[in-house]
T-cell receptor, first 112, second 114 residues
Framework: DQQVKQNSPSLSVQEGRISILNCDYTNSMFDYFLWYKKYPAEGPTFLISISSIKDKNEDGRFTVFLNKSAKHLSLHIVPSQPGDSAVYFCAAGDQGAQKLVFGQGTRLTINP | ETGVTQTPRHLVMGMTNKKSLKCEQHLGHNAMYWYKQSAKKPLELMFVYNFKEQTENNSVPSRFSPECPNSSHLFLHLHTLQPEDSALYLC?????????????FGPGTRLTVT
């Protein structure tokens, strides 16, 4: 039973446009959500996070939105740049239990 | 050295071999983790160590044996592995505190079992 799902294995976006990556979760106990970015031959790099008491968190070009009623979060990247091409993972955590549950990842390709 | 380092980066071993993966964190964190990433699967948590004590073993087979001698170092001892154990093994660390969830990852060890 996959508690965190990223239903799009890949996404292709033109440089300068907005990239929207989506993530759904099933466990209502999750209270913290994170996005990680992974380049080939490197470990995942923490990007941005949001707690369940908020519905939006912004950091530069990156914004994460949380819709608790729909159990859905999304990552918006605007404007998209070629260096954003990577695999993006969403993850969810439960009350500081340290058990992060990860989605399968979405491969984002930014086309010049 | 900064961040989280892992050695070796690549490892090929036979099913009868014994080998160890090493992880070191330079972030002053007090918790460390082992994850497994198989092809086309999500990252799977294997073990969690808080202040050198194992607090989580996510039903991992005994052919994987973790060791955490101090809060900066973490090992994963491997013996009599199976070909399906071939995967990317990632180490992570975090600072355990109220409301803090961010984990920081090393580059991983790509393991191939022949």
């Amino acid at each position: 039973d996959q508690q965190v799902k990223q239903n799009s294995p890949s996404l292709s976006v033109q440089e300068g446009r907005i990239s929207i990556l989506n993530c759904d979760y099933t466990n209502s106990m999750f209270d913290y959500f994170l996005w990680y970015k992974k380049y080939p031959a490197e470990g995942p790099t923490f990007l941005i996070s949001i707690s369940s008491i908020k519905d939006k968190n912004e950091d530069g070009r990156f914004t994460v939105f949380l819709n608790k009623s729909a159990k859905h979060l999304s990552l918006h990247i605007v404007p998209s740049q070629p260096g954003d091409s990577a695999v993006y993972f969403c993850a969810a955590g439960d009350q500081g239990a340290q058990k992060l549950v990860f989605g399968q990842g979405t491969r984002l390709t930014i086309n010049p | 050295e900064t961040g989280v380092t892992q050695t070796p980066r690549h490892l090929v071993m036979g099913m009868t071999n014994k080998k160890s993966l090493k992880c070191e964190q330079h972030l002053g964190h007090n918790a460390m983790y082992w994850y497994k990433q198989s092809a086309k699967k999500p990252l799977e948590l294997m073990f969690v160590y808080n202040f050198k004590e194992q607090t989580e073993n996510n039903s991992v087979p005994s052919r994987f044996s973790p060791e955490c001698p101090n809060s900066s170092h973490l090992f994963l001892h491997l013996h009599t592995l199976q070909p399906e154990d071939s995967a990317l093994y990632l180490c992570a660390s975090s600072q355990v505190a109220s409301g803090v969830y961010e984990q920081y990852f090393g580059p991983g060890t790509r393991l191939t079992v022949t």
